[in-house]
């Protein structure tokens, strides 16, 4: 049994991090008694294509967590060159702190991707999974498939949380149809947004 920390990994794209992402680390926090939570804006993924630059991405990261105590930023993704994968972060996380308990932090929809990602079991072995599940989820269904995962050797911590309708996909045409995003993001985050004129000309 590991005696050290127990840390949070709040890993995401963030393009942009929103106040959905902020409360569900906060929620895994609070619910799973975490020491502090690692914001970790991926790099490259090979999944997702026409993502924002890196750099803005980390600066609207650190600009949202700047108040937040618990909350520190990991650029361990940020600047390793080529795609990042999960099972490798984990593993240099857990080489240089192998008696840190990791909790990776997750919406329900990942939990029925995760077997895609590369070695899932090897991530099931290196952290817990704190799963949101969104008060407008289906319980029984996202149950199914973490039992499924456990059989694999998942270990999930299921989180309540209030459903927050905000996404990354609706900032972005928000801002590019000229739309708020007032109590999407945290304030600094839409003055950054609207400094460095991004999304502006999505497509
Ligand atoms: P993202 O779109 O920025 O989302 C980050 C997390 O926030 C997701 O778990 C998402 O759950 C959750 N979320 C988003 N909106 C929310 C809201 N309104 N309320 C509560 N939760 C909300 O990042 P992502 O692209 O999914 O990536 C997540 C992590 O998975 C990253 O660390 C990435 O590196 C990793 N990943 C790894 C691999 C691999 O190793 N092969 C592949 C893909 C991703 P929902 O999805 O349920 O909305």
Known sequence: MKSGKRIGIMGGTFNPIHNGHLLLAQTAKEQL???KILFMPSGNSYMKKNVLETEKRVAMAALAIAGHPDFELSLIEAQKSGNTY???TLNL???????T????IIG?????QIEQWR???QIFRMAALACAVR??????????KGDALAELGAEIYYLNMPKLDISST?????????LSISGLVPPEVAHYIEQERLYYEED
Not at 93 to 99: G, H, R
Not at 101 to 104: G, L, S
Not at 108 to 112: Q, R, V
């Open 33 to 35: 008694t975490l020491d």
């Open 86 to 88: 999960t099972c490798e």
């Open 93 to 99: 996380l857990s080489a240089s702190n192998p008696d």
């Open 101 to 104: 308990r990791y909790f990776f």
């Open 108 to 112: 329900a929809d990942i939990l029925f």
């Open 119 to 121: 070695n899932p079991e």
């Open 135 to 144: 008060d407008d989820y289906d319980f029984q269904a996202v149950q199914k």
């Open 170 to 178: 609706d900032i972005r045409a928000n801002v590019k149809n000229s």
